[in-house]
């Protein structure tokens, strides 16, 4: 795109090994108000990976996610404490680029949210705003809906408004729309659940896919969801605590915290 | 049955308007009623041309938008987008009691104050000219336009906002990217209502427009709309005289005015809607 250009993707992952984590969120802490929402989160976000963040309702687990790409300013009285180093740099202080830090961090909605303009101007609207030139769009705009799965259901009326869409291709043109603009990072706030099961699969199979491109962190309360698509876990607890993180394997068969394995095995949440 | 009766007295208005007005052409051919350039109604042969009252009507009408519409936008993106949640409900109130103070009071500040500083700012013959009540039509017609449009705008989900803001635009480019074109049916509503309170406004434009049915030549000249036509002219006529039956047909081109303005937009909000 501009400035740091449309790095191959495949160049990208080889930049940096797997092991070392594209976002470190250490210590973080926030507050709306004087409500305590998250207290001394430590989380590492591994490049090309999907890390999955689960708990129960009101957990802060969407608070969570709207950190990291700085969203929860538009709440007035929202304060966040602590670090998240997204490559090394401290996303939190007051002088970083929201718009910048907005482009390389993407983010899908948990209803699906296309504006109200043809599915076309959806996908074109991140690279516009960005100053893509208006002939290298159409490229831009396919390659999109192609990496979201959608392209082959919408190529012929591109012109039509995106609300015409069914539920499932309306939350995969936002996908599309989140893509356009490369980000290296994409963050889901339960993309899914506002979805039929058969649309819910297809999301679920395209995440598996995107995490070959980008890195994603999909906040969901669907374990089996988070079971199957996810490499890294963290389950949050009521209070904002971060009880487990580890491989997902790790969490499902032998989680640390009793609490955390009651709420595995169903028994809240 | 509140239907029925609104269209009934529709009905009977329109019918009885064409009725009396009908009966000017036994004076004047319709293309001199509609395109005549004089009007002499009372002397001796009375010329019924509307044209300059047309003409005037339309003038001072695109004028007080042309202020009212840009102007209203503004206010209510600013009191919905921009403003601190503690100026919000400030801000709404002013524009409330702006539209809520009586047209001859506007004609009077228009009259005493604008009048007098346009004559001498612009070095006019009289300042009571088709820019006079452009710009007090167009204050009167922004209270609407700027409530209307920030009903709209504050009708916007905020999920749009965040899903914008969430791509990287700007607090300014989503404003004008999503929310603006989101709005746009309603805004186009607020636009019509403020045209028809244009149009169909008597009082203050009579007080400040110089009333000489002459045709305009430049905004900078005095003009006379349709309605003060009405209002000047219906306590001297002679019932069921020629000029009688004229003005009934000024009072009419003046309902088919409003009443395609009307049409027109409830066809283009629907068109506005479907493609969503």
Known sequence: ?269 | MCAALSLLALGLIAGFLLWEGGSVFEATSPGGLLGGRWWFPTSDPPSFGLLPMIVGSALVTCGALALAVPLGIGVALFVAEVAPARLRDPCKVVVEILAGIPSVVYGFFGLLVLIPWLQRTLGLPTGQTALAASMILGTMALPTVASIAEDAVTAVPSSWREASLALGATRWQTVLGVVLSAARPGILAAVLLGLGRAVGETMAVLMVSGNSPVFPPSFLRPVRTLTATLALEMAEVVVGSPHYHALFAAGGVLFLFTLTLNLAGELVGRRVRREG
Not at chain 1, 66 to 86: C, D, I, M, S, T
């Open chain 1, 1 to 269: 795109m501009v400035r740091e250009g449309i790095a191959p993707v495949l160049n990208r992952k080889q930049d940096r090994p797997a092991s070392e984590p594209i976002i470190e969120i250490k210590g973080l802490s926030f507050f709306y108000g004087r409500e305590r929402v998250l207290q001394d989160v430590n989380i590492p976000i591994f490049p090309h990976r999907v890390t999955a963040v689960m708990g129960p309702s009101g957990c802060g687990k969407s608070t969570f996610l709207r950190v990291l790409n700085r969203l929860y300013e538009l709440v007035p009285g929202a304060r966040a404490q602590g670090e998240v180093l997204f490559r090394g740099r401290n996303i939190l202080e007051e002088k970083v680029d929201v718009v910048e830090l907005r482009r390389r961090i993407g983010m899908v909605f948990q209803r699906p949210n296309p504006f109200p303009k043809s599915i076309y101007d959806n996908v074109a609207y991140g690279p516009r705003i960005h100053g893509v030139r208006r002939r290298e769009l159409n490229e831009i705009v396919e390659r999109a809906l192609r990496r979201a799965a959608l392209w082959d259901e919408v190529k012929g009326r591109l012109k039509k408004s995106a609300l015409e869409l069914s539920g499932g291709q309306q939350q995969r043109l936002c996908i599309a729309r989140a893509l356009a603009v490369e980000p290296e990072v994409l963050l889901m706030d339960e993309p899914c659940s506002s979805l039929d099961p058969m649309s819910a699969a297809r999301i679920e199979e395209l995440i598996a896919e995107l995490a070959d491109g980008l890195t994603v962190v999909v906040v969901t309360h669907n374990l089996q969801q988070a079971a199957r698509v996810s490499r890294y876990a963290g389950v949050f607890l009521a209070g904002g605590e971060l009880a487990e993180f580890g491989l997902t394997r790790q969490v499902f068969s032998s989680p640390r915290d009793p609490r955390v394995r009651d709420y595995l095995a169903g028994r809240f949440g």
